[in-house]
């Protein structure tokens, strides 16, 4: 989206090549068939445009108002794809592809408290990004752009569940999960019925996965990424118990020949991607083209799963003490006394998956599918927050709901649940240190003080010859590829 201010005073929007264009303003929804676009000018000079998911139910979406002097935005719960915005000499520019906003970013103008957050992984929900002047639009959230500027406001804190309640006598949990999250699936914004799940062979994917067979789409094709080694066996046994059992249409990717900074891949080539992005998104990339080869208009995940069947207190939850990162540059470590400012207050679903969100999600866009989460659905976090601890401590719902579709106690409750830490120290070993070795030579990262030079070379010498290589080098590795890719 291009909006100039000048062009809001005599609106006369006209749809052409798939945008809406008025003067050098110019709109474009995502080239997904999920959703629609919706625009009305019975009010004009005000016009409102609505971009949604083409469903009945609660749906996610972007709304947007003009008037002469102001355009303001808003966006749903769901946070599926966060749009970024950015203004400059009275022009709104927005986009949920961070590097199409490439034009606007400086690597030389970076938020020290972003950087320092992503260098050890103390991420948090914030419309905040890497890039001064770029600005996220977390969920609920409002832009509001006049002469005076761009102003982000936030909304009220979501209200949730405290306490577990007590289940009333002959209610089945096991049953009520069931209903809900087929009802949620069934609801999928899709006009062929041609669909797709990410499948790990975990419970959480393993339900969704059940879910889907339940609500009887025309065509499913299920994903997943093998991982490899002893764990890799078993996670593919249970993949194929699942897959047989829901009659999908399954295509398995060895996760170990897409490792991260692998040759051939996004970063590698230096394709232009967002520097705080996902660890393997060369694996899940490959996995993308697939869906996107089979035409399926959307992509079930079971993204959410472990933070709705997390055990805590939303009253005195604390975050975890970070891992110490011997080679923080001194502007990082000042910054690190500001990780905790300027954040979004309590969403309606967990930081957590929002966040992944907003790493995982475009690339599906690109692709040209429309990714759900049904777990992290409103209507089944609250539910799952109204369900007694016994029912989450180790996913013991989730597992009793595999069992009784009469899939086996290995499905159900795997001795070994799959993980990509052998992936990540590939990447890392085969195609990392490489890129460090690059890096230690002329590094944006080094120059502007955010990481010390000395003390990573240190690291590289070490992780040569140590058993395992340092998995927050990927941290460090990541941003810096990812900040050459846009300069």
């Keep these: 989206m291009r ?88 022009e709104l520019h927005a986009s949920w592809n961070l590097t199409l906003l490439r034009p606007y970013m400086q690597a030389d103008h970076l938020v020290p408290r972003v950087v320092a957050r992503t260098l050890t992984r103390q991420h948090r929900y914030t419309s905040e990004t890497l890039f001064e002047g770029v600005y996220r639009l977390t969920e609920r959230a409002a832009a509001t752009f006049t002469p005076s500027g761009l102003s982000i406001h936030y909304p009220e804190p979501s209200e949730h569940v405290l306490e577990p309640r007590t289940l009333r006598p002959g209610v089945d949990p096991v049953m009520a999960l069931d209903e809900l999250l087929t009802d949620v699936i069934r609801q999928a914004p899709t006009a062929t019925g041609c669909v797709g799940v990410e499948l790990s062979g975990g419970a959480d994917s393993g339900n969704v996965a059940l879910a889907v067979k339940a609500a009887r789409f025309p065509e499913v094709y299920s994903f997943g990424l093998l991982v490899g080694g002893s764990t890799g066996r078993q996670q593919r046994e249970r993949r194929r118990a699942l897959v047989e059992h829901c009659g999908f249409r399954d295509t398995a990717t060895p996760a170990m020949q897409h490792p991260p900074f692998c040759a051939g891949g996004v970063r590698d080539l230096c394709k232009p991607h967002d520097p705080a992005g996902a660890f393997y998104q060369e694996a899940f990339d490959v996995v993308r083209e697939q869906a996107a080869a089979r035409r399926c208009e959307v992509m079930f995940a079971g993204s959410g799963g472990d933070e709705i069947n997390a055990h805590h207190s939303r009253t005195q939850a604390e975050l975890p003490t970070p891992h110490p990162v011997p080679w923080l540059g001194d502007k990082a470590i000042r910054a690190l006394a500001e990780v905790n400012e300027h954040l979004a207050p309590i969403p309606v679903l967990p930081v957590p998956t929002l966040m992944a969100f907003g790493m995982h999600n475009p690339g ?79 590094s944006i990262l080094v120059d502007l003080g955010y990481v010390d030079g000395k003390a990573l070379a240190k690291a590289g010498r070490n992780a040569d010859s140590a058993p395992v290589v340092p998995d927050l080098l990927c941290d460090v590795l990541a941003l810096e590829v990812g900040l050459r890719s846009l300069m």
């Excluded at 997904?32 to 445009?49: F, G, K, Q, T």
């Excluded at 597992?399 to 890392?428: D, H, M, Q, S, Y």
Aim: net charge positive; glycine share 8%.
């Design 3 to 90: 909006l100039r201010l000048a062009d809001l005073q005599e609106p006369k929007w006209r749809s052409e090549g798939g945008r809406w264009i008025n003067g050098q303003s110019w709109i474009e929804p995502a080239n997904v068939s999920a959703l629609v676009m919706e625009v009305n000018d019975d009010l004009a000079p005000r016009v409102r445009v609505r971009v949604k998911e083409c469903k009945r139910d609660e749906a996610d979406f972007v709304a947007l108002t003009m008037e002469p002097g102001q355009a303001r935005l808003a966006a749903g719960v769901f946070g599926t794809a966060p749009l970024y915005l950015t203004e400059k000499a009275g």
């Design 364 to 442: 599906f866009l690109r692709a040209g599918i429309w990714p759900v989460s049904p777990l992290a659905h409103p209507r089944i976090v609250r539910f799952m927050e109204q369900l007694p601890h016994g029912h989450k401590r180790g996913k013991a719902l989730f597992r009793e709901r595999i069992r009784r579709a009469g899939l086996p106690e290995w499905v159900a409750a795997p001795t070994e649940p799959e993980n990509f830490l052998a992936v990540l120290e590939k990447g890392l070993r085969s195609y990392g240190l490489p890129v460090l070795d690059d890096m230690l030579k002329e």
